[in-house]
């Protein structure tokens, strides 16, 4: 999603802890290298994170590295600016329910708001682990995202510019055929669209790179078709994607 790699390799494998195991970094060309060159601005809102930057002290039940892409990159990690672009999501808050106010707050502000925008929800809002009162993970997630998606798609950006929201997840809970579910909602997107195409997680990062117009990053995004079908008209280019 955010390097077009294949990490089904070790240390990948497995839940290797960032720049902090032997090989568990990553070197290649990512999104923000390509986002970054094109004059863009981007933003990785991490909710549960210790302090924000590039800090791997775990402080959280509800946070892991693993669910943080940007912290495994070299040349994002050893970059004090770069790192600074990663966020504490929910400054003040933890776990269920726990919204990411500091990516709403970008949203309604033209002047703080970037063409990028990354979230990662914690373990609880995001299916991972049950948590109370619930207890259960999909009606966990369910809720979480009855709450954020309309702020997201009320707020100043999403209804003033040509913004585009993508949902996904990283694996499925039941592990038939490995389906995920992926969702696109915005004032670009076609209302009730469902397509009948297979993707893969290549054709996120495939989609941003056709509609900004950025150089393919490995030769498994460059070969996936992207996501453009479901833009009404399929050529309209969204400005921000969330």
Known sequence: MTSGGNYDTPPFDRDCFPQKEAGCYVSARNIVDTVEASGRTWKAYIEDYPTGGCSLTRTSIYYVNAHNPFVYYADIYN?????????????GASGYLALPTQLLSDLNSTSTASNYMWLTPNLCNDGHDGCLPLNQTV?????????????????TLFKTQ?????????????????IVTAIWAGPTVRLGYKSLVPYSHYAGVRTMEQEWNLPPLTPHDS?????TEFFDPPSSSPAAVG
């Open 223 to 227: 070969a996936v078709v992207p996501l």
């Open 79 to 91: 970059n004090a600016t770069r790192c600074s672009r990663i966020v504490n999501a929910n400054p």
């Open 162 to 178: 040509k913004a585009a929201l993508f949902i996904t997840w990283d694996e499925t809970a039941t592990k038939v055929n490995n």
């Open 139 to 155: 009606s966990q997630q369910n809720q979480y995202l009855s709450l954020i998606v309309p702020r997201i798609l009320n707020s």
